[in-house]
């Protein structure tokens, strides 16, 4: 993804330097815990994958990989597939390498230090390319769509998941108060153009696609957990920093309350709280190498 270097003089480079620590530290724990609440859909990804394909994949490239628990899972679905896991920050790739390693499966997980705004490094031919929410990243996702076209293998396929919405926190007890909030954050959200709601068909048609699968995959979690509860807080904490100019000061009080982690009444308001959420998955293979089968239609699971 495109960078901004600056120059720090010898005073607070260190200072810089823990901070950068802190927000690493702090996105890879946001995008375990994503991965952890929505693991369910990464399952359904890689059976629609083996179907579309009609064979497991013997490659895989991981675009935007992360903390690497997509890699992760696709590693354990395909247990004879070599995956090449990208990512533009030289710590997240440490933490895919790590995580391959720790879960048994390093010598099959190569990763690499790109930044996609450049272009594809090389990717040998992969039977998939898989962008789990990071094609939105990219400045051009276009050009990036029709570079990974002539990278793939034959009969390859591109595999795009994006949110299918914000995820809505369900309150056990009565909570119009709650429920209301996120109603009005729900369409601020929308309004906003936020990446969560990016319908990638089109793009596909124009990069010159034909689409084999389009999915709605839902993923539910009904039983209250500190994991849901830590997931609401982020995402109320999402809220109030993106839509501090477009909320009523009254929505904005209340998502400093519910983002409060020292107010006791708070964390028992979050307690009991369940989550809805989604996954929209699109499966596609470039026109030139398409096959005969006909598309399946849109469904959803």
């Avoid at 330097?17 to 929505?38: F, I, W």
């Avoid at 090449?84 to 997240?92: E, K, N, R, T």
């Avoid at 879960?103 to 705004?117: E, I, M, N, Q, Y």
């Avoid at 090389?122 to 400045?139: E, K, N, R, T, Y």
Wanted: charged share 25%.
């Amino acid at each position: 993804m495109t960078s901004t270097h600056h120059h720090h003089s010898d005073g607070n480079r260190h200072a810089h330097a823990s901070h950068a620590e802190h927000d690493h530290a702090r996105l890879a724990a946001v995008l375990d815990l994503d991965a952890e609440l929505m693991a369910d859909y990464l399952d359904d990804a890689a059976n629609l994958i083996a179907e579309s394909l009609q064979r497991s994949p013997a490659r895989i490239a991981d675009l935007g990989a992360g903390t690497g628990t997509g890699t992760e899972a696709l590693a354990r679905h395909f247990p004879q597939a070599r995956i090449l896991a990208v990512d533009g920050s030289p710590d997240m790739a440490a933490l895919v390498e790590q995580r391959a390693r720790d879960g048994g499966f390093g010598d099959r997980v190569t990763s690499v230090v790109a930044d996609l705004d450049d272009g594809l490094p090389p990717l040998g031919a992969p039977d998939v390319v898989w962008a789990a929410m990071s094609l939105h990243h990219v400045a051009d996702p276009q050009r990036l769509l029709r570079e990974a076209a002539t990278a793939l293998g034959p009969d390859g396929v591109v595999v795009i998941t994006e949110m299918a919405g914000v995820p809505r926190f369900i309150p056990a007890r009565d909570d119009a108060e709650l429920g209301g909030l996120q109603e009005r954050c729900q369409t601020a959200a929308a309004g906003a153009g936020w990446e969560a709601l990016v319908d990638w068909t089109d793009a596909f048609d124009d990069a010159g696609y034909d689409v084999l699968r389009s999915e709605t995959v839902h993923v539910e979690r009904s039983d209250p957990s500190q994991s849901v509860a830590r997931y609401a807080r982020h995402w109320f904490a999402q809220f109030r920093h993106r839509l501090a100019d477009t909320l009523d000061p009254t929505d904005l009080a209340l998502l400093d309350v519910l983002t409060d982690e020292s107010d006791l009444d708070t964390l028992h308001r979050l307690d009991d709280l369940t989550l809805a959420a989604g996954r929209l998955l699109w499966i596609a293979r470039p026109r030139t190498t398409a096959s005969t089968a006909p598309s399946t239609p849109e469904s959803e699971h």
